[in-house]
């Protein structure tokens, strides 16, 4: 089972919004409606920021938002702020051996 | 409040044994399924496996099947990874992390972390 493909960085200014890709197959993304993502800070575990394509836990930021097509998730961070900087993994469930299959990681940067 | 709390790791030479723990507190633990997942530092998240409320159901990646063992222990609140057969490439900082509806990692724990090297 490969790991999902997301950009290796995305950036923008403050204020802005960007978007992150997350690209499976249809044994994974495409086949499932469970497609989690989680933000990791330097030095701290991750954190579930959208859960089941574009559900936001509480206390999480309507700022963040998901969506799916395809084999293709998204994640949107809209009116960016400093604090939005870090790591962000994208998951999903997968109908093979291996039930569970991280993103590579994107790192948010925040000019 | 929620918490997972990681320990056990440390460095060890390859081919020998280390045990984890992870010691988790306010929730109903024999409620929830609970994963490994691990992370070499500086890359990415990578799911090692899962073991279900019971014990009943366990998984484990391909890369560490046949060398490492997930138990748990309800009474205790207690999960566990027993890693034999160590091997450079095991080196990473390991998350418990419990899962919901098997759908998501909701609360993961702070990680410990096992470097394997002679």
């Known amino acids: 089972q490969s790991a999902l493909t997301q950009p290796a960085s995305v950036s923008g200014s403050p204020g802005q919004s960007i978007t992150i890709s997350c690209t499976g197959t249809?044994?994974?993304?495409?086949?499932?409606?469970?497609v989690s993502w989680y933000q990791q800070h330097p030095g701290k575990a991750p954190k579930l920021m959208i859960y089941?394509?574009?559900n936001r836990p509480s206390g999480v930021s309507n700022r963040f938002s998901g969506s799916k097509s395809g084999n293709t998730a998204s994640l949107t961070i809209s009116g960016l702020q400093a604090e939005d900087e870090a790591d962000y993994y994208c998951?999903?469930?997968?109908?093979?051996?291996?039930?569970?299959?991280f993103g590579t990681g994107t790192k948010v940067t925040v000019l | 409040e929620v918490q997972l709390v990681e320990s056990g790791g440390g460095l060890v030479q390859p081919g020998r044994s280390l045990r984890l723990s992870c010691a988790a507190s306010?929730?109903?633990?024999?409620?929830?399924?609970m994963h490994w997942v691990r992370q070499v530092p500086g890359k990415g998240l990578e799911w090692v496996s899962s073991?279900?409320?019971?014990?009943?159901?366990?998984g484990y990646a391909d890369s560490v099947k046949g060398r490492f063992t997930i138990s748990r222990d309800n009474a205790k609140n207690s999960l566990y990874l027993q890693m034999n057969s160590l091997r450079a490439e095991d080196t990473a900082l390991y998350y418990c992390?419990?899962?919901?509806?098997?759908?998501?990692?909701?609360?993961w724990g702070q990680g410990t972390l096992v470097t394997v090297s002679s």
């Open positions: 992390a419990r899962i919901r509806l098997n759908d998501y990692f909701d609360y």
């Open positions: 306010g929730f109903s633990f024999d409620d929830y399924a």
């Open positions: 073991i279900s409320w019971n014990s009943g159901i366990i």
């Open positions: 249809s044994s994974d993304v495409g086949a499932y409606n469970y």
């Open positions: 089941d394509v574009s």
């Open positions: 998951s999903s469930y997968t109908s093979t051996s291996t039930p569970y299959v």
